[in-house]
């Protein structure tokens, strides 16, 4: 860029780039890892949100006895997201789309499709979460709203062995060959049937996952104090435990978690780790 001319460039806006450079390629990817890349500092976790637009802020980690400490492992295992992405990565994005648009048509009662957001595709399950409670007029705490929609998931989509094109078509009230044009012309999938149900648990879980994260780092006085002898042994197994499900989530809802890395996390798990991710 700066050989380009240009000399000024926010944060911000290279994460954005450095999205939108990496879509070039061919993989339908989302924001996170340029995000952490650009925006994260030294000594504090990031809370990275992308509505209504891209921003970040810094979450401190209290003191806490034992110490908390990040181990980040290397598996040496290639991931070959632009060969793998119409089966792996872009297929995923897809899913999660279609999740959106086939929650929105039965839940929400209308034949209007959802409001354009930042997803990839135009629509995400966030848009949706924000359609819903919009539509029913709700003020509940995030973490309430969340676990709701993770019981409308489990009992919306019943089938765990997927949706095909023609099923999704008819609750969305269009042909196959227009759900194809809609979602798969930009990034091509290969798939016959949508792991809706999956795809929509593990998001919906998973953000409120990273709500009770923030919560327990920004609210740590609260937690510590239950602790006696000055250990946090408790506090630190409550963010440990975050961490597992996740890991867990990443295994059974999205196929994201590489045999290496599941066989890595079991084995810090074995060995005492208190959050293997």
Same mark, same amino acid.
């Given at each position: 860029?700066?050989?380009?001319?240009?000399?000024?460039?926010?944060?911000?806006?290279?994460?954005? +780039?450095?999205?939108?450079?990496?879509?070039?390629?061919?993989?339908?990817?989302?924001?996170?890892?340029?995000?952490?890349?650009?925006?994260?500092?030294?000594?504090?976790?990031?809370?990275?949100?992308?509505?209504?637009?891209?921003?970040?802020?810094?979450?401190? @980690?209290?003191?806490?006895?034992?110490?908390?400490?990040?181990? +980040?492992?290397?598996?040496?295992?290639?991931?070959?997201? &632009?060969?793998?992405?119409?089966?792996?990565?872009?297929?995923?994005?897809?899913?999660?789309?279609?999740?959106?648009?086939?929650? &929105?048509?039965?839940?929400?009662?209308?034949?209007?499709?959802?409001?354009?957001?930042?997803?990839?595709?135009?629509?995400?399950?966030?848009? @949706? !979460?924000?359609?819903? @409670?919009?539509?029913?007029?709700? %003020?509940?705490?995030?973490?309430?709203?969340?676990?709701?929609?993770?019981?409308?998931?489990?009992?919306? $989509?019943?089938?765990?062995?997927?949706?095909?094109?023609?099923?999704?078509?008819?609750?969305?009230?269009?042909?196959?060959?227009?759900?194809?044009?809609?979602?798969?012309?930009?990034?091509?999938?290969?798939?016959?049937?949508?792991?809706?149900?999956?795809?929509?648990? &593990?998001?919906? %879980?998973?953000?409120?996952?990273?709500?009770? $994260? +923030? &919560?327990?780092?920004?609210?740590? %006085?609260?937690?510590?104090?239950?602790?006696?002898?000055? %250990?946090? =042994?408790?506090?630190? !197994?409550?963010?440990?435990?975050?961490?597992? =499900?996740?890991?867990?989530?990443?295994?059974?809802?999205?196929?994201?978690?590489?045999?290496?890395?599941?066989?890595?996390?079991?084995?810090?798990?074995?060995?005492?780790?208190?959050?293997?991710?």
């Amino acid at each position: 860029m700066f050989a380009n001319g240009i000399e000024n460039v926010s944060k911000v806006e290279l994460t954005e +780039i450095a999205i939108v450079a990496e879509r070039s390629v061919g993989v339908n990817s989302g924001g996170m890892d340029q995000s952490a890349s650009v925006l994260s500092l030294r000594g504090s976790a990031l809370y990275v949100s992308f509505v209504p637009t891209l921003s970040a802020r810094p979450v401190q @980690f209290p003191s806490i006895n034992p110490e908390l400490t990040f181990l +980040i492992a290397q598996s040496f295992v290639a991931s070959e997201k &632009h060969v793998t992405g119409p089966v792996c990565y872009s297929l995923r994005v897809v899913e999660c789309s279609l999740a959106a648009a086939y929650l &929105h048509a039965l839940l929400n009662e209308t034949k209007e499709p959802l409001p354009a957001d930042s997803g990839s595709l135009g629509i995400s399950l966030c848009g @949706f !979460h924000e359609a819903y @409670f919009k539509k029913r007029n709700s %003020s509940l705490p995030i973490n309430e709203q969340l676990q709701e929609l993770v019981e409308v998931a489990k009992s919306t $989509f019943t089938e765990d062995e997927g949706y095909t094109r023609d099923e999704i078509a008819k609750v969305l009230g269009t042909t196959v060959p227009d759900l194809e044009q809609r979602y798969e012309s930009t990034f091509p999938v290969s798939a016959e049937v949508f792991k809706l149900r999956q795809r929509a648990l &593990h998001v919906f %879980s998973e953000a409120l996952r990273v709500s009770k $994260f +923030i &919560h327990l780092l920004e609210n740590s %006085s609260i937690y510590l104090s239950e602790g006696s002898s000055g %250990s946090t =042994e408790s506090y630190n !197994h409550r963010l440990g435990n975050l961490m597992n =499900e996740t890991q867990d989530s990443l295994e059974t809802c999205t196929n994201a978690a590489a045999l290496s890395s599941t066989s890595c996390a079991q084995l810090l798990r074995r060995r005492g780790v208190m959050g293997a991710d």
